[in-house]
């Protein structure tokens, strides 16, 4: 485990290893102040599609994390930054309220967007909505998809994420989404560059064996998966994605970089 103690950075999914819905996970507030205490350099990334930039940062300083958020970065928030490359676009935003304030500036359509962007919209889904989107896409759209999990874990069990309603979406259309959040690995590029670290010098820590191990390891990273949050024995062993270790939960991360709790 030596190499884990010379780890210059760290990057920390936040829902299923920081908290689950309004309940910091045991022993996370002391690890996360022991590790930003260090000399390892911390960032908070997360796929989440249902909070803007200042929703994030107002509930991990509510659960008592006091993480500023210049340290946070968000899949959509990496969506927006890469349609403001694109001059003017016109959207389609399928976002939640909340992360659509962080979008104001585009100008929308339902029926003539250049870009169709995918997050989580709960139960707003509809077959009418799917095929306006689709005829969109069919027209010449192209698909942004903040991420493409499978599915999360909440305070009342798993729950379907918007990987599904994405896949629905490239099969009928036969356009592929850019998959902008984790496991994208213009992700984790982006949060190295905000550290200015080299891949080799950090480490992932999530409880999403493909977006987080996965990814990570792609990237050149090392993987850490934690047994909370989303995790599944079963699905972790039928996986073909090796994470570099295993622990049971982030209160256990200080001790494997080597720092004194």
Not at 45 to 67: D, Q, R, W
Request: net charge negative; with cysteine; aromatic share 8%.
């Amino acid at each position: 485990m030596n190499e884990f103690k010379q780890l210059k950075g760290m990057l920390l999914d936040l829902d299923g290893v920081l908290y689950v819905g309004k309940l910091p996970i045991d022993g996370a507030l002391d690890a996360v102040n022991c590790i930003r205490n260090s000399h390892i350099q911390c960032r908070f990334v997360t796929n989440t599609s249902t909070l803007s930039l200042a929703s994030l940062s107002s509930k991990l300083n509510a659960l008592g994390f006091n993480i500023p958020a210049d340290e946070i970065i968000s899949a959509p928030q990496a969506a927006l930054r890469y349609l403001q490359k694109q001059g003017d676009p016109v959207c389609r935003l399928l976002l939640a309220d909340d992360v659509k304030q962080d979008f104001e500036g585009f100008r929308q359509s339902d029926t003539s967007a250049e870009y169709i962007v995918v997050g989580d919209i709960g139960n707003a889904w509809t077959y009418n909505m799917l095929n306006e989107v689709f005829n969109c896409l069919v027209n010449g759209a192209k698909l942004i998809a903040i991420h493409k999990n499978r599915f999360w874990q909440t305070e009342h069990g798993l729950q379907m994420d918007i990987g599904g309603f994405v896949e629905a979406l490239e099969y009928a259309s036969g356009c592929k989404a850019m998959i902008i959040g984790k496991p994208s690995a213009d992700f984790f590029n982006a949060a190295l560059d905000d550290m200015q670290l080299k891949a080799n010098e950090v480490g992932m820590i999530g409880d999403d064996i493909d977006s987080d191990a996965g990814g990570a390891q792609q990237a050149g990273l090392k993987g850490i998966l934690v047994r909370t949050g989303k995790y599944r024995q079963s699905y972790a062993d039928a996986s073909s994605i090796k994470p570099d270790v295993v622990i049971d939960s982030i209160r256990d991360l200080p001790g494997l970089l080597g720092l004194q709790a």
